[in-house]
C-alpha cells in the first residue's frame, strides 16, 4: 500500500510540473504516464532486482527516456517535453536537503554520505537518458542509410 501511495504521488508531482513547464493540455497525459512508468519501474527494480539506488534510477531514468520517445511521437512533440516532467519524481531532493542540513549543523561525514548518495543517483538518471539518447541516433542513423540505398 505504501508503494502505491507514493507511486500516486509521483504522478501528481509529474502533472503538477507538467503544468509548470506549460504543456498543452493534450499532453499531460503522456507526461504523466511517463512519470508513471517512472515511479513503477523504480520501485520494482528496489523490491526485486537490487536495493541499489543507482541501479534503480538507470533503469528508471531510462524506460522513462523509452517511454518519452515514444510519448513524442505520439503527441507529435518534443519527447523533451515528457522527459522533464517525466524524471521529475526520480530526483533526489530528500538526500540533497540532508545533505545541506548536515552542511549547516558542521556533521561533515554525514554531509559527505549524503551528497555523494545525491551526485550517485543524479549520474544515473543523466546515464540512463543518455543511453536512450545514444540507441535513439544510431536507430535514426540505420533508418537514414536504409532509405538512402533503396532506389527512388
Not at 509529474?14 to 507526461?31: D, Q, S
Not at 537518458?129 to 540505398?149: D, T
Amino acid at each position: 500500500m505504501d508503494i502505491i501511495i507514493k507511486i500516486i504521488a509521483g504522478v501528481i508531482s509529474t502533472i503538477g510540473f507538467a503544468i509548470i513547464f506549460k504543456l498543452r493540455v493534450k499532453h499531460i497525459p503522456l507526461a504523466a504516464f511517463d512519470g508513471l512508468v517512472a515511479c513503477v519501474v523504480y520501485f520494482v527494480c528496489l523490491e526485486f532486482i537490487s536495493d541499489d539506488l543507482f541501479i534503480a534510477n538507470m533503469l528508471a531514468s531510462f524506460a522513462t527516456a523509452g517511454v518519452a520517445e515514444i510519448c513524442a511521437r505520439i503527441g507529435k512533440a518534443p519527447s523533451t517535453i515528457f522527459l522533464l516532467p517525466g524524471c521529475i519524481a526520480l530526483v533526489p531532493g530528500g538526500t540533497l536537503y540532508q545533505a545541506m542540513r548536515n552542511l549547516l549543523i558542521k556533521d561533515y561525514d554525514e554531509f559527505g554520505a549524503q551528497l555523494l548518495i545525491t551526485g550517485k543517483v543524479a549520474i544515473a538518471i543523466g546515464g540512463g537518458i543518455i543511453a536512450v539518447s545514444i540507441i535513439r541516433y544510431f536507430l535514426n542513423k540505420i533508418k537514414s542509410n536504409k532509405s538512402k540505398k533503396e532506389p527512388a
